[in-house]
């Protein structure tokens, strides 16, 4: 049966001659030793040293040309289950794949790196199974696999190869649950890896990968290339369909404006057709090397560049600081942060630069009311206080253990108590209450654009509640409202600051990056975090039209530019009526 390729033009390397190899699937030339060829050498290791998967152990194999020279740097290309890559009986012979095409020219002088998954041995073999780790470390979505790779794995070859850290000189591939392993390495450490092939790639439930394809459609385009491979007879099981599991994830990458292709076959859950096409595979996920891999400025409606530049990115504004709770801005668009370390408040003014605003400030969380004061919850001495334009100091209330506050346009302050699961209200006459208790680990705090709705995070769900303000400043009718997406399995997103903008959107600093929510509660973009780890603690929009976004990890700040508008919490704005 003739063999379909679906949407898209492949390279020329892709020609009729080879096609009609691949439509019964058997190997052709480039996978078959050639005369004259120079061999690439082959030898296998092992992995015992693993911190990331304790106690396993792995083989791997390293694959280098025949034209490698230690003394320029070379590409390189990994692949899980590495053992069925490198066997020369097997489907796909990569090795021989690689000395033909390296010395065509079609792909680049590449090591190859083949990596088996991880295994517990067993204390007693005889009566005890060993702990086989492939679905862990494979399925599982989150960036463990791609840490145990970059800060595991190559910082190990790269003691005797010298290999190119510049990630578009490297890519990634597998199949099955390996080839959800390579697209997952590649999303989560693009500036590891830009170049991805997938055969039969298993984006299904077996440990959360069904989420990528929304996971594409709503994030910040990245720099990756992507060629994906299935086959209409693909397995349909308890965890999902393969075939529809790849046809989406095509989809996604396709409406996100992602140099892709997806090459449909008519097989079942194996190597076949992978096999048959691996050459045109590396040709296409190589091709116009060394030309860098690009990020999609696709236009979309409701796209992430309804809300994005999509030619600007973040500035680094500066560090190291010891950043705490909040930042603020001022009536003038000028942005305060603390730096617990020097106890101080600095400024950054519109034009972005930073100089201290006030000495021994102690201040952790902080927020500028309507009246331009700044408030600040000194975490340390246990108490509110207000500082005036001049900076100086007035204390407000003590005995208040507060962590993230805002303030609305009465001069009424809220402020979350997460070690004693409170929600705390002070009126601008100083009286304090508690107007909600119940929440886990209640961290950041926001009132709507239209003061209607006060927002509280809890890091340890995925869920902002929402909750309706009353005339007396209590609080009713709370819901888990917002949907926030997590980076893996665990049900964490590790929320943060929070801001609104004029369209009532709500801009949540977590470990994914900034997610923007609609007014509906749902996640409909999420902006990657510049280059930090771990996501993002402040978000809040600066500048003297509102247009600059900022946001920080512990250490840094940074700022781009964007479509949107931010809205103070002191400064009522009614938003649009809401898409449904």
């Not at 108590?417 to 209640?442: L, T």
Request: charge should be negative; glycine fraction near 10%; include cysteine.
């Amino acid at each position: 049966m003739p063999n379909s390729f679906c949407c898209g033009v492949l390279v020329a390397a892709m020609a009729a001659a080879s096609l009609s190899f691949a439509d019964d699937y058997v190997l052709g030339p480039d996978s078959q030793k050639q005369a004259g060829v120079p061999e690439g050498s082959l030898t296998k290791h092992e992995w015992t040293s693993s911190k990331l998967y304790p106690g396993s152990t792995r083989d791997y194999w390293i694959y280098v040309p025949a034209q490698y020279s230690a003394s320029k740097p070379a590409c390189l290309m990994i692949f899980q289950d590495g053992g069925g890559f490198v066997s020369p009986t097997g489907s796909f012979r990569v090795p021989i794949v690689f000395d033909n095409l390296i010395h065509k020219g079609d792909m680049p002088v590449t090591i190859g790196v083949f990596i088996n998954p991880g295994v517990m041995p067993a204390l007693s073999p005889a009566t005890a199974q060993n702990r086989y780790n492939r679905s862990y470390e494979y399925d599982a979505l989150g960036d463990r696999y791609a840490r145990f790779l970059v800060e595991e794995m190559l910082p190990e070859i790269s003691k005797s190869y010298n290999i190119s850290k510049d990630p578009n000189d490297r890519a990634i591939a597998g199949s099955s649950s390996g080839g959800i392993a390579a697209f997952n390495a590649a999303w989560n450490r693009p500036d590891a890896f830009r170049r991805v092939v997938s055969f039969v790639g298993s984006y299904t439930n077996l440990r959360g990968g069904e989420q990528l394809a929304s996971e594409i459609r709503k994030t910040e385009p990245k720099p990756l290339r992507v060629f994906l491979q299935d086959g209409r007879n693909d397995q349909n099981i308890y965890s999902g369909n393969w075939y529809l599991g790849n046809q989406d994830m095509y989809s996604a990458l396709q409406w996100a404006g992602y140099e892709s292709e997806f090459v449909v076959g008519t097989e079942s859950h194996n190597g076949k057709h992978g096999g048959a096409i691996l050459p045109d595979a590396l040709r296409w996920v190589w091709k116009d090397y060394p030309k860098p891999v690009s990020k999609s400025a696709k236009v979309n409606d409701r796209g992430v560049y309804d809300i994005l530049e999509p030619d600007k990115d973040w500035e680094l504004l500066g560090g190291p600081y010891q950043m705490t709770a909040d930042a603020a801005v001022d009536k003038e668009g000028n942005v305060f942060f603390t730096d617990h370390r020097t106890s101080r408040i600095l400024k950054v003014d519109v034009d972005g630069k930073i100089s201290v605003w006030k000495e021994k400030a102690n201040a952790h969380g902080i927020v500028f009311g309507p009246e331009g004061r700044l408030y600040a919850g000194q975490h340390d001495l246990k108490r509110i206080v207000a500082f005036s334009p001049d900076g100086t100091e007035t204390v407000l209330s003590e005995g208040v253990q507060m962590h993230h506050l805002t303030v609305d346009a009465r001069g009424d302050l809220y402020y979350s108590d997460a070690p004693n699961h409170k929600v705390w209200m002070m009126d601008s006459k100083g009286a304090r209450r508690v107007v909600h208790e119940g929440i886990f680990w209640p961290r950041g705090v926001q009132v709507s654009t239209d003061q209607s709705l006060l927002v509280v995070n809890d890091p340890h769900t995925k869920w902002v509640w929402s909750f309706q303000i009353l005339a007396d400043g209590s609080l009713a009718n709370g819901q888990p409202f917002y949907h926030l997406e997590t980076p893996d399995e665990s049900s964490e997103s590790d929320a943060a600051q929070m801001a609104f903008d004029t369209e009532g959107f709500l801009y949540v600093a977590t470990g994914l990056g900034v997610q923007v929510c609609d007014q509906a509660g749902r996640v409909n973009t999420i902006i990657n975090s510049p280059p930090v780890r771990g996501g993002v603690t402040n978000v809040l929009f600066g500048g003297t039209d509102r247009r600059w976004l900022y946001v920080s990890d512990s250490e840094r700040l940074f700022r781009r530019r964007v479509k949107r508008q931010g809205a103070e919490s002191w400064n009522p704005i009614k938003p649009p009526q809401p898409h449904l």
